[in-house]
Nanobody
Framework: VQLQASGGGLVEAGGSLRLSCSTS????????MEWFRQAPGKEREFLAA???????RYADSVKGRFTISRDDAKNTVYLEMNSLKPEDTADYYC??????????????????WGQGTQVTVSS
C-alpha cells in the first residue's frame, strides 16, 4: 500500500501549511487515516485521525490549531496546520490501516506508513 505525503516546507511561526496524503487504494473511503510526526531525537507522536464515519480525534498538542479532513473522491486526507510554532518542526507522516479498522494512536499498531514530509517552522 502506497501513501504519498506532500505539502511540507519552511514557514514562519504563526504561519500555515496544508499537508496532503494520497493513495491509490480503491477502498480508501473505508479506511481510518492518521497523521503523526517525529521531531529529531523524539518518538513518533500521534496528531490527528479521521475514520470512514467522520469520527475525528486530535492530540491535545494540536487541538484547535490543526484540522484533519478527507476527500474520498480524491483518495486524499489533509492536515491543515495553523498558528504554527517552532516546536511543530518535524517530519510528518500519514498512516492508514485495513478496511473498517480502528483509529490507531499508537505508532506500533499502524499498518501502513507514507514517507515523511518535512515541516520546518522558523522563529
Amino acid at each position: 500500500v502506497q501513501l504519498q505525503a506532500s505539502g511540507g516546507g519552511l514557514v514562519e511561526a504563526g504561519g500555515s501549511l496544508r499537508l496532503s496524503c494520497s493513495t491509490s487504494r480503491r477502498t480508501f473511503s473505508s479506511h481510518a487515516m492518521e497523521w503523526f510526526r517525529q521531531a529529531p531525537g523524539k518518538e513518533r507522536e500521534f496528531l490527528a485521525a479521521i475514520n470512514w464515519t467522520g469520527e475525528i480525534r486530535y492530540a491535545d498538542s494540536v487541538k484547535g490549531r490543526f484540522t484533519i479532513s478527507r476527500d474520498d473522491a480524491k483518495n486524499t486526507v489533509y492536515l491543515e496546520m495553523n498558528s504554527l510554532k517552532p516546536e511543530d518542526t518535524a517530519d510528518y507522516y500519514c498512516a492508514g490501516g485495513d478496511s473498517y479498522g480502528p483509529i490507531e494512536v499508537a505508532p506500533k499498531f499502524v499498518r501502513y506508513w507514507g514517507q515523511g514530509t518535512q515541516v520546518t517552522v522558523s522563529s
